[in-house]
T-cell receptor
Framework: AQSVAQPEDQVNVAEGNPLTVKCTYS??????LFWYVQYPNRGLQFLLK????DNLVKGSYGFEAEFNKSQTSFHLKKPSALVSDSALYFC?????????????WGAGTKLIIKP | DTAVSQTPKYLVTQMGNDKSIKCEQN?????MYWYKQDSKKFLKIMFS???????INETVPNRFSPKSPDKAHLNLHINSLELGDSAVYFC?????????????FGPGTRLTVT
């Protein structure tokens, strides 16, 4: 069965430090992987996706994510955190082998950037 | 220009009432979705429509009925509202069904049932 895990409910980072939000997945085929961000009282916004090719994917607001097939991970990273990055982050996966094309969502990770 | 819009933004109603939430997208997308986000922020897909056809109907009570009059609109009607229906409901759209397409979300409708 397909699944995606975000092992940390909350991540705390000091402003200016690098940040990592973790995501691991389980699919039977190859994955399409996505990151979304939700600011307070807003809808989700697409950040970036991995489809194929280069394992390092760059997205909006200076975020990037690294696809690691052997570790079945797709961690979200940013070299220098901003207070404005504080938000809820969702990882999602779609299994290419799933004929229903279901998008499976993680539970979300709350990122808090302290000044 | 708002890409995906929802009305109303807030909805407060009593148990047993019937209410509707409207969604419109101006992105020219073929696929639209309804999600429910509970108080713990878990996101659950409810329905997916592709070219006005229902594609996914998750285990949602049949009190919830989506309707897609055209590709740009997907409305959600809820009958006999219950306390457990209180949540934020998000509409979303994507260029097409499945594959590599990312989804674009509306601002959400916060439904409170008293």
């Amino acid at each position: 069965a397909q699944s995606v895990a975000q092992p940390e409910d909350q991540v705390n980072v000091a402003e200016g430090n690098p940040l990592t939000v973790k995501c691991t997945y389980s699919v039977s085929g190859n994955p399409y992987l996505f990151w979304y961000v939700q600011y307070p009282n807003r809808g989700l916004q697409f950040l970036l996706k991995y489809i194929t090719g280069d394992n390092l994917v760059k997205g909006s607001y200076g975020f990037e994510a690294e696809f690691n097939k052997s570790q079945t991970s797709f961690h979200l990273k940013k070299p220098s955190a901003l207070v404005s990055d504080s938000a809820l982050y969702f990882c999602a996966v779609r299994d290419i082998a799933d004929s229903n094309y279901q998008l499976i969502w993680g539970a979300g990770t709350k990122l808090i950037i302290k000044p | 220009d708002t890409a995906v819009s929802q009305t109303p933004k807030y909805l407060v109603t009593q148990m047993g009432n019937d209410k509707s939430i409207k969604c419109e997208q101006n992105l020219g997308h073929d696929t639209m979705y309804w999600y429910k986000q509970d108080s713990k922020k878990f996101l659950k897909i409810m329905f997916s429509y592709n070219n006005k056809e229902l594609i996914i109907n998750e285990t949602v009570p049949n009190r919830f009925s989506p309707k897609s009059p055209d590709k740009a609109h997907l409305n959600l009607h809820i009958n006999s509202l219950e306390l457990g229906d209180s949540a934020v409901y998000f509409c979303a759209s994507s260029q097409s069904w499945g594959g590599t397409y990312e989804q674009y979300f509306g601002p959400g409708t916060r439904l409170t049932v008293t």
